[in-house]
Structure formats: C-alpha cells, structure tokens
C-alpha cells in the first residue's frame, strides 16, 4: 500500500503511517501533479490545502480512503468519492478538547475582563474601579448543543462548581442525566435561566440564526454568551442590539457569519470577546489529527471499519466480539456466490443470519461486505461498504435479510442465497479458525474458500468422480483438496476442489461435457 501526504501533518501521524505502508511526503504537490499521480496511491492524507476534487478522484483508480486532518471536510468532492466507493474520514475528536478550553478562555475573559484590562494596564491606566468581574461559582452554564465540545465544557464549568442546563433535541436524557445536566425539551428555558450561554451546535438551515432577537430579549441581563462553534448560529445584528442595549452583559465569539472578518461593527464594543477562528488551533490537536486519521488509515488498509468514515452511517458492531472475522466471510460468500451463479445476473440477495451475530442490532455493515463481494468481480470500478448498496440499487438487485438463532452446532452461520432468471443458488459460512464454506447450495461441505476453487453438480454413480480428476490430471492441474457431497446415493452430488492453477474455460467445459456432470464452475478467490 501506498499513501500520499499532500500537507504538512504532524510527523507523529506519519511515523505511524511508514510501519504499515510506503509513505511519500510531497506537501507542496500542485493540482496538476496530484491529477498524474493519484493512481499511485491507495490513500491521501490532507489538511486544509490540497483539493480533492471529482477530476483527481476520478483518475484515482486504486484510492481507498482520502483522510482530513482536521473536521471540515469542505476541499474534499465527497459525493465524487461516495459514488466511486472511496471512504473519506476525518478526525472530529482531534479538536474537541482544544475548543474546550478556548470556550474556557472565552468565558473567563469575558467575566474578568481580561482582555479590555490587559489593554487597559499596558497603556498605562491602572483602572481598578472599571473592572468589576462576576464569579462563575453557583452560577448556571446553559449549553446548546450537548455533543462532544459541549459535554466537555460542562465538565471544565462544573470543575468551576456551576450548575448545568442543556438544550440538545437529539441528545438521549440519560447522557445529560450521567453528566448532572438538567436537559430542557425548548431552548428558551435554557436561555431564560442561564447566567453563561455557549454554543456547540453545527450550522444547519434549523440552527441558523436560532439566536436572534428574540431569543436576546429572553435572557436574563446579566447573561453571557459565547460562539465557539460556527458562524451564523447568532445572529450578529441582533447580538449588536442586545449588547449595545444592555439586553445581556457580554459575549464571546470564535466565529462570525463573514469570515475572515476583518471589519465587524462588534468590534466596536468592549463588551465582546473576540478570537479569529482559533479555538482549535493547539499542536495537541494538530498532533491528535495526524495520529487518529493514520490510525483511521491503517484501518482501511487492514480490513477494519475507521471510526470517522463521512460517507457511510456509523455502524456500532460493539455487541459482536468477532465482527473482523464475520466481514472477511461476508466479503469471501459474496465473492464465491457471484462467481458460483456466473453471468447469470443476480435479482434477489436472500442474507440470513444465525447464531451469535443474531445479537448484533445493526448488521448494515456485513450486508455491505457481502454486497462488496458479490459487486466486486463483476463490476469496473471499485466497490466497497461505503458505495456497495447504492451500487447494488443501480443494478436492480433487491436484498432481504432474515434471522434464524438456531446454527446447527456453529456459533455464527451466515447463509447468501442468490436468485437469479436460472434459479436459486446459496452458500454458507462460518469462522472456525479461518473463513469456511459449510454449504454449497444445501450440500454439506468443509471448504475454506480460497485461490482457485471448482465446483461440479454431477451424478452420483461410481466413476464419475475419477472421470473429472482424470481431465484435471490430463491438464496437468493439480488438485489441492477434493470434497463431496450429495443428498442421497445414486443421486445428485457437489464436487467441490481447490486446484494450485486456474481452471481455464477449455477444462470446464470439457468436465462439463462429461454425461454424468450437470454443470461445472471455476472459481478465483485469489
Ligand atoms: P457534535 O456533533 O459532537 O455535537 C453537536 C451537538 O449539537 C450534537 O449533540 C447534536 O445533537 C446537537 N444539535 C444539533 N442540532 C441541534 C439543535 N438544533 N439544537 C440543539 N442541539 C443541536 O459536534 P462537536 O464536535 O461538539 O462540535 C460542535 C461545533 O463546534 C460544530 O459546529 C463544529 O463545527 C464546531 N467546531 C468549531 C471549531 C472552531 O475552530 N471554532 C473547531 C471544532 C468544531
């Protein structure tokens, strides 16, 4: 594997990044160099200056994963991505604690008057009497918008002995309640109570503007209020008014509606706090970046689900101990099921699930990585869980999952049927040390699904097994293992083999021609 840093990230990050893969370093990359060499790598690394736009994905034929640095992913063409099945990830915890602090720093300015006295004192005033400050002990932070920044400013003010309210419609009560956070079904009985207001929404078309007139007019006039979160959730007109009219005593802001701002009429006042847009910039968080997005990477190229992926619904296997074992499964059964059905195109995916994995609430991603299996051999471009299902949308197959709990005897069992114009033809598998083919289309086998398989539906009279491995013999192909399995004798059986050298078109079909053989397939799982 080879991954391209395109901008200057923390070295912990790529000194992570070389134990797994050859790493080239190449932060002054123009656009036009990236576009004729993205097909190199099978990861980029960015930050906020290289653009990945939808011409550079479009020529990068083996990217798996383009990885932000940082929390706006705004320089990256996501849906471009999305639709070529390149997960893109990014580090939303990296800064969390950082813009923690800040909104700390904001707070304490703020009451303190820090800032205004430090420009006071150093001009030589000495005004002891114009800085009266308030306390933050017994006083109620109200937080809008519970989430990781603001849960960790609730920790740092409840350090300071405040009182706690929040407004988060999305956020379960118990998370507040564990925090000792009383949590308020309507924003103004937050607003209403609160001596300090923060921030910690992101910026959607319901959040925009949602503090505004008002909403000023509810608060209390000693209230504060900070935005270290984005632009735009406070209406700075309106923030204007209520600061200049005495409606609240002071504000905090990280963020404007414009930015850079370089000219804004809050400027004027000396009750507003103001930082151009830095709450996250610390080199821990820069440090925490680079090291979760090479470990997010490191991930990708293992096999293993990234925690941060943009394009995909977060999926919690958290209940199912052996989910990277049950996905190599899910990817081997898709695989081995598409190429088993041939070009017969598929209509119906039937999943069922037995066993343990029954526990697991959510299995969108083993549905995926069996989606993946069966898509990848037969289509150009690249699938994977991230484009896997709307993949299999555009072609017309419908999936439709089932659960059994009894697993005869397997812990985990996990059945693909895929019907087809010809017919119905499944597979089923397990982990039992390795991945493990239990049933092909009803018979019972014990294969691991691995390099070049054959399988052959033949009747079960004596001789007919010798005829198939004399043809292989003759082809001078040689034949791993050789497992049978039939419904009764003199029946219909399944010959499944594993050979060290591909059976090529010519062999099957001269084993297909064979009287007592029904059909015979080739199988690369290599
Ligand atoms: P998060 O996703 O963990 O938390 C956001 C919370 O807001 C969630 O709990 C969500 O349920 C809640 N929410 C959504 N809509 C809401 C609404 N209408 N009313 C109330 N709550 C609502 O995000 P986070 O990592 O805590 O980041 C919070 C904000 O901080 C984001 O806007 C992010 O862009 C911003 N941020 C700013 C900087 C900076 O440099 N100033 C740096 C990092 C993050």
Redesign the pocket.
Known sequence: MKALVADSLNEKGIEKLQKVCDVVVDTSITPEELLETINEYDAILVRSRTKVTKEVIEKAENLKIIARAG??VDNIDVAAATEKGIMVVNA??S??IT?AE?TMGLILSAIRKIAVADESTKAGKWEKKRFMGMELKGKTLGV???????SQVVKRCQAFEMDAIA?????PPHVAEDMGVKLYEE?DDVLKRADIITI?????E??RH?ISTEEFKIMKDTALIFN???GGVIDEDALYVALKEGEISGAGL??YEEEPAKENKLFELDNIVCTP?????TKEAQAAAAVIVANEVIDCFEGNTPNNIINMPRIDTSGFSQTTEYLEVCEKLGSFLTQYVKKNPIKELNITYKGEITKLQNKELFKRTILQGVLNPITESPVSAVNATSVAESRGITIKEAEAEESEGYETLIEVKAITEKGVSSVEGTFLHEVTITKINGYKVDVKPEGYMFIAKYKDIPGSIGAVGTIFGEENINIGIMQVGRDISGGEAIMVLTLDTEATADVTKKVKDLDHVKDATGINLL
Do not use: F, K
Not at 144 to 150: A, D, K, L, N
Not at 200 to 204: A, I, K, S, Y
Not at 277 to 281: E, F, G, P, V, W
């Open positions: 929390v706006g939303p915890e800064t969390t813009v800040h809008i918008g519970m989430g990781r920044i603001g407004y988060d419609p999305y956020l924003q910690h929404v992101p910026l959607t319901e959040t949602s270290a979160a984005r990280d963020v847009h830095i709450a996250a910039s």
